[in-house]
């Protein structure tokens, strides 16, 4: 009996560890085809889009899945891009300022809801009432300066410069009473780091966050630095490439860092354990920021903090001149996916990030949206038509208000319209969902060609006029 029940249990032993084999080999043959539709998929991008290179990293359940190169770092010396390539990552800089102020806070010197005249003691009196959560929510009300002149790298703005330069222009708004993207807040956030660590903003970087999780490659974008494997910046403009514009913006603490996706990889590391920050710290991080009147707006700390399908998303984009980037963490799959790229199109890194995502999570598939009952038809005709006429580059101030049409008239919106318009006419456009945002109406269409499914976004201002139509995403 025991001679039987021996050899009983020894069969089950060995039916248990032949399951799990097989259960392994299943898993990793799964991976491998995501891995090569990944691959398939990024390759048809940068044919498609005109991106010289790109690096990508897939983090699943905490394990690197996936992370490669692909096309030219450098197209002038044909130097390959791989996942040591060194790229600006723009806007992501911004997550990495807030940890960094957060530190600080766990230590005891900031105070997320202190003015920041404490800080910064020579601001302006119109910025008495802005907190340091302002500044990193985007709610200051302080103008950003994207865009304006004074600001360029090879200025070297100092700190108080740098205020003197911006106090000039008034608040946009009372502080903690509206949203508006500004890098401005986050310049001052790192000259509050330098004043209260009496570290410059790199060292303190260096020091607290890239060198203790072994982010060897991440760094200051300054073009006085020589980088080891770093990528050169692309613009497409009027259907060739060409070297971005170098008279570059000071970034600074808002977007000068420079990355890998491999050194991502390890930050997203951090970001899961308490290795670098305690678990309060980021449960506010990842908080939706409350305006004066308690209403929520999906933006963290330097995070957008979204639901994407039903799939809870903590995101952000980067752009500077030549380069794009994404980090898209969806926290409910445990899945990070980061993006990086050397061409400097809008919105580009957030676009391919979310193609690759659907690989590993097909129920966010643009596929998966249903049509719904159009509540105005007058209204849908409206769209219909615009969307269509755009698509030959015809732009009617009949259906569309004078800005958009000024922004629509650009060379790269035309680059938009001639890429879209290849892929054939629209088989089939349906209502998929709308709402009301201020004194506009949203409406999103689904808009399906022979070999692509578009997502548009329109707005229809209070003059009955489109004030927006933008291509939120496409598969």
Do not use: C
Not at 98 to 118: P, S, T, Y
Not at 281 to 294: E, Y
């Amino acid at each position: 009996m025991l001679y039987n029940l021996y050899f009983s249990i020894k069969f089950m032993v060995s039916e248990f560890k032949r399951s799990k084999l097989a259960l392994f080999v299943i898993l990793l043959l799964t991976i491998s085809a995501q891995a090569d539709e990944v691959n398939k998929y990024v390759r048809a991008q940068l044919a498609e889009r005109h991106i010289p290179g790109a690096a990508i990293a897939v983090i699943k359940n905490g394990r690197v899945v996936k992370a490669e190169g692909y096309g030219l770092a450098s197209v002038e010396f044909n130097a390959p891009a791989t996942k040591e390539t060194v790229f600006e990552i723009g806007s992501i800089s911004k997550q990495m300022t807030a940890a960094a102020i957060m530190l600080l806070v766990e230590e005891g010197k900031i105070n997320l809801d202190e003015k920041i005249k404490r800080y910064l003691p020579n601001t302006p009196d119109s910025w008495k009432n802005v907190s340091v959560r302002n500044l990193l929510t985007h709610t200051s009300g302080i103008k950003s300066y994207t865009g304006l002149s004074g600001f360029e790298l090879t200025k070297r703005l100092k700190r108080d410069e740098f205020i003197k330069a911006l106090s000039t222009h008034p608040l946009e708004f009372e502080a903690g009473a509206n949203w508006k993207y500004s890098n401005s807040g986050y310049n001052l956030l790192g000259f509050i780091i330098e004043a209260v660590s009496g570290k410059s903003y790199w060292n303190f970087m260096r020091e607290r966050i890239f060198k203790p999780l072994g982010m060897n490659s991440t760094g200051d974008r300054d073009p006085q630095y020589i980088i080891r494997n770093r990528a050169t910046g692309y613009e497409w403009e009027n259907n060739r490439l060409v070297g971005r514009d170098y008279d570059l913006t000071d970034v600074f603490s808002a977007g000068a860092i420079v990355s890998t996706v491999m050194d991502l990889a390890k930050w997203d590391a951090a970001l899961r354990n308490d290795s670098l920050l305690k678990k309060e710290s980021k449960a506010q991080i990842w908080t939706p920021v409350l305006f004066n009147d308690r209403k929520p707006y999906p933006y963290g700390f330097g995070w957008n903090v979204t639901e994407f399908r039903g799939h809870r998303l903590i995101s952000h984009g980067g752009q500077t001149a030549g380069f794009a980037a994404n980090i898209s963490r969806y926290t409910d799959d445990d899945l990070t996916v980061i993006v990086l790229t050397n061409l400097g199109d809008q919105g580009l890194g957030g676009a391919i990030a979310r193609g690759i995502a659907k690989n590993y999570i097909p129920a966010i598939s643009l596929k998966t949206i249903k049509a719904q009952t159009e509540s105005d038809a007058k209204v849908s005709t409206m769209l219909k038509t615009a969307l269509r006429e755009r698509l030959e580059n015809k732009l009617n101030p009949d259906l569309l208000s004078s800005e958009l049409i000024k922004s629509l008239s650009t060379e790269r919106a035309k680059n938009v319209n001639q890429r879209i318009a290849s892929f054939g006419t629209i088989k089939n456009l349906v209502f998929v969902g709308g709402e009301t945002s201020g004194e506009r109406k949203i409406y999103r269409y689904k808009a399906e060609t022979p070999t692509r499914i578009f997502l548009w976004r329109f707005a229809v201002n209070d003059e009955g006029k489109i004030s927006e139509m933008t291509l939120e995403e496409e598969e």
